[in-house]
Nanobody
Framework: QVQLVESGGGLVQAGGSLRLSCAAS????????MGWYRQAPGKQRELVAT???????NYADSVKDRFTISRVNAKNTAYLQMNSLKPEDTAVYYC?????????WGQGTQVTVSS
């Protein structure tokens, strides 16, 4: 079993920054892709950014040039640096990890951007 715990969410004014963390623990033998997703009220969950084990990244168009995903494999941790935040970035942000072909999700962390 693997657990993912997100942290770093909160309330920020438009134009501000936040850094989310996702720490994985448990029986971890291999971590493939790790990623961040978000779900705003009344909307479907959507991809924000992913990073493969080799460092290849993928971003949603809406966050390109503002958000940066990174990971420290030795710590089983992924990060999402969010800059120039906009009110439309308000959502619950979830971490997702592919652990040897099995997907796990975190509980989510709320990000609220005020205008």
């Amino acid at each position: 079993q693997v657990q993912l715990v997100e942290s770093g969410g909160g309330l920020v004014q438009a134009g501000g920054s936040l850094r989310l963390s996702c720490a994985a623990s448990g029986y971890i033998f291999i971590i493939n892709t790790m990623g961040w997703y978000r779900q705003a009220p009344g909307k479907q969950r959507e991809l924000v950014a992913t990073m493969s084990s080799s460092g290849v990244t993928n971003y949603a168009d809406s966050v390109k040039d503002r958000f940066t995903i990174s990971r420290v494999n030795a710590k089983n941790t992924a990060y999402l640096q969010m800059n120039s935040l906009k009110p439309e970035d308000t959502a619950v942000y979830y971490c997702r990890g592919d652990f040897g072909g099995r997907d796990y999700w975190g509980q989510g962390t709320q990000v609220t951007v005020s205008s």
